[in-house]
């Protein structure tokens, strides 16, 4: 124990010999953020206080921690970017960023991260800009507890948290509001997005293109022009996430394009157009989820192959499943249908016939979607009935021969 | 007389309705044929208007080569209209047959082809700012992909 203090005291002089702290306040010697960016060195510290500072794209090119007391506010009054991070290990913590220029040609945003490694962007609110945090050509960044608010413009707004080619990157505990993407990924590999609100976006509330090898968990996504949108991705794990709200023509709750090696588990689907919507998929699981009150709880397309479909709760969907072809070589087994009218006299809780998700009417609308007018009307419930006993039309290969008789407790 | 009205006004309805129009793209609400994504950017996105009327909106222009080429022989004969969102005025669609393709990094097209449609090589010249940078033709771009 008395060989640990001088060691701890060392330590404490070096932190202090390391980093001295700079303070920024209007009206001292020190006046504005780029001021005191000249004045540092690597490993200090910068304190901002709170007030209204002009930033016409800050550019911080040092290794240092910038934090805000009191919410400071940066204002590009909308002739450039805000600030943009080209240094590594930089923490930038408590701003609020605002007002950073729209336009067609150049993405200009908030916060820019480009060409760094292990960069902090934490407590930040963003307001009124173009694109919100953009994250290029970086590794290891950690986006935390920030909220970003677009400009509520269809046609003038970039994503909430752009990436664009990074890798092991932290989104955690953000709020995305009025967008057009909230959380957007191009290129991005070994990912984690975790417990973010994406709300109010005019395309989506989370998108992926071309991103391999990530994880999103415990995110909500509400009332967006589509909840999330994985395209052209391999290796996506899905869980534990909130769809609620998506609704419209073309709208879905998740739509999957060209999506293989994926798992989509526990996670719930209230109210959206289309809970799911799968094409060109090829061995994605869809296990222990909750559809409820849904349009069309999943829609699969026939060139969709090896999917599995297990342990899911169906409730209160008007169509549970729906396809545009035979779908061949994907399963469904175990799920609850609340829809199912089997018996189960053995008592093990397994249904005793099979349960046909696609119903006949749900292949009429499929060749006729006007026929969606006689939704609910006692010709149709007659066809399903009929349908149900005698099966002839809605396609072979798709059936559940384990209905559950009770809902999973997902 | 009356029966020439409504002959007059039937055979109005049916020249109306056998006119073929290229439709304007509805931002924010019309999906990509081909990648199902939101139409969102005004400067990029095309529309394919068959020999019968039928219309086919895309985000970009990949998306209808792509779409082209994965129905080869159903979209484009010669009687089919394909037209791209010319960059330089954005909302505006040209001939895609005639148009220049200008394939260069600085334009974030939304299926990362790179590409940005002219309606002269001139303008497309002028747009390049990377040095790999390199202009198509049409057919260049479709056998190209």
Redesign the interface.
Same mark, same amino acid.
């Given at each position: 124990m008395k060989n640990l203090v001088p060691i701890f005291l060392i330590l404490l002089f070096n932190g202090a010999a390391i980093g001295k702290t700079i303070v920024v306040k209007p009206g001292t010697a020190v006046p504005s953020l780029k001021k005191a960016l000249e004045l540092a060195t690597n490993g200090d510290t910068i304190v901002v206080k709170k007030g209204t500072y002009i930033s016409h794209n800050t550019i911080v090119k040092k290794e240092i921690t910038i934090l805000g007391d009191g919410y400071p506010e940066l204002d590009a009054q909308f002739k450039e970017e805000v600030i943009t991070i080209r240094a590594n290990n930089v923490k930038f913590d408590g701003f609020t960023i605002k007002n950073s220029k729209t336009g067609? $040609?150049r993405?200009y945003a908030g916060i820019r991260v480009h060409k760094a490694r292990n960069v902090t962007i934490s407590n930040n609110k963003l307001v009124n800009n173009f694109f919100g945090i953009y994250l290029s050509d970086s590794q290891w960044i950690r986006v935390l507890n920030n909220q970003t608010e677009g400009t509520w413009s269809?046609?003038e707004s970039g994503n909430g948290i752009h990436l664009w080619q990074c890798g092991n990157i932290t989104v955690k505990n953000n709020k995305a509001l009025g967008h057009?993407d909230g959380i957007y990924f191009?290129f991005v590999k070994n990912s984690t997005i975790e417990a973010n609100y994406s709300s109010g976006n005019?395309?989506?509330g989370l998108h992926f293109?071309?991103s391999d090898d990530d994880l999103y968990r415990r995110n909500t996504f509400k009332n967006n022009?589509?909840g999330v949108?994985v $395209?052209y991705s391999k290796r996506i794990k899905m869980f534990d996430n909130l769809f609620v709200e998506n609704w419209g023509s073309?709208i879905y709750g998740l739509?999957l394009?060209d999506i293989s090696s994926s798992e989509i588990r526990n996670n719930r689907f209230i109210r959206n157009t289309t809970g799911i919507?799968m094409?060109g998929c090829d061995g994605v699981s869809v296990v222990e989820n909750n559809f409820n009150n849904n349009g069309w709880g999943i829609r699969v397309l026939a060139n969709s192959v090896n999917g599995t479909f297990t342990r899911n709760n169906f409730l209160a969907n008007s169509f549970d499943v729906t396809t545009n072809g035979s779908l061949n070589l994907n399963h469904f087994k175990n799920n609850y249908w609340d829809k199912y009218e089997g018996y189960d006299l053995n008592k093990d809780g397994i249904g005793d016939v099979p349960y046909r998700p696609i119903s006949l009417y749900a292949q009429i609308i499929e060749q006729i979607p006007q026929s969606v007018m006689l939704m609910r009307s006692f010709i149709v419930n007659l066809l399903d009935k009929v349908e149900r006993s005698i099966p002839s039309i809605t396609p072979e290969s798709v059936k559940d021969e384990h209905p559950r008789m009770k809902q999973w407790t997902n | 007389m009356k029966t020439l009205n409504i002959s007059a006004l039937f055979v109005s309805v049916l020249l109306v309705s056998c006119s073929r129009e290229p439709v304007p793209l509805s931002?924010?609400k019309d999906?990509c044929e081909h990648?199902?994504?939101?139409i969102?950017d005004?400067?990029y996105g095309a529309e394919i208007v068959t020999a019968k009327g039928k219309i086919f909106k895309f985000d970009a222009a990949e998306c209808m080569v792509d779409f082209i080429n994965d129905n080869p022989g159903k979209y484009n004969a010669p009687g089919d209209m394909l037209l791209t969102t010319n960059v330089a005025a954005?909302e505006t669609l040209i001939d895609a047959r005639s148009a220049f393709f200008l394939k260069d990094k600085?334009f974030?097209s939304p299926?990362?082809g790179n590409l940005a449609s002219f309606n002269s090589r001139q303008l497309a010249e002028n747009n390049l700012q990377n040095a790999d940078g390199t202009i198509l033709t049409w057919d260049e771009l479709l056998s190209g992909r």
């Open positions: 067609a $040609m993405d269809p046609l057009r191009e005019f395309r989506y293109m071309f022009g589509s949108a $395209m073309s739509l394009k919507y094409e | 931002y924010g999906p990648c199902k994504m939101t969102m005004t400067k954005p600085a974030k299926m990362g």
